[in-house]
């Protein structure tokens, strides 16, 4: 089973290509090598799921399998770069998009039923604001919302947080500002996020860190390798692994909503 006292963390985000996917492979890996964690990765964006992809994966089953009932959760386990172990979407089912109370129950039933220990458990959700996306982040301990400071993301990550403290009354939220040109940008990103958030809604935002913009992160998309792994000596990957730091340091607490996983 899953240790009761495992860390879950749901990362989530406004719009796509905010490089969401890219710092959950990361930020595992990290968490893996450097802090001797067990990690699991949950690629949550179960119809359009690329995290395999993006890590040159090739699994034979994924959740759809398991939503079937044709596999359990254990049997579609594969293993990621640095040891850490990664749960694969399907691709391309749009019955996914939108889970049923029977699913949602099923895949938490999976996880009270894994064989496998793990300390922590990253939840790759899809973008926007669906239902799935509430549904992982509410289960989570901590929720981890990545922006740019792109208007566009900006906007998008508001609109995110606004609907999980609206509909499903979070409060607490982990801001981390993706492809900025260096740390001052980054806080002004949080800033100006934060002003809102405190003008309209009672929510808590603070901010995780941040990750500069570099050709290394294209290159390692390119080549299908995780750019902490690639460039390890990197800004990059050290930021990430500052980042990871902080996640160590986070105890579970049962939130004052239902708390799934």
Known sequence: ?????????AVTSGKGGVGKTNIVSALAMSLQKNYKKRVLVLDADLGLGNIDILLNLTPKFNIRDVLE????????????PSGIKIIPASSGFQELTRLDEFQRMKI?????NLEKSFDILIIDTGAGISDNVGFFCVASHEIIVVTTPEPTAMTDSYAVIKVLHNKYQEKKFNILVNFVKDEKEAIEVYKRLSLVADRFLNVSLDYLGCIEKNDNIVKAVRQ??????????????????EIAKKLVNIKPEIKSNIQFF
């Open 224 to 241: 299908q390798k995780s750019f902490w792994e690639l460039f390890p000596d990197s800004q990059q990957a050290l930021s990430i692994n």
């Open 108 to 112: 938490l039933q999976e996880f009270e």
């Open 1 to 9: 089973m899953v240790k009761k006292e495992v860390l879950s963390i």
């Open 69 to 80: 009932n044709t596999k359990k959760l254990n049997d579609i386990i594969v293993d990621g």
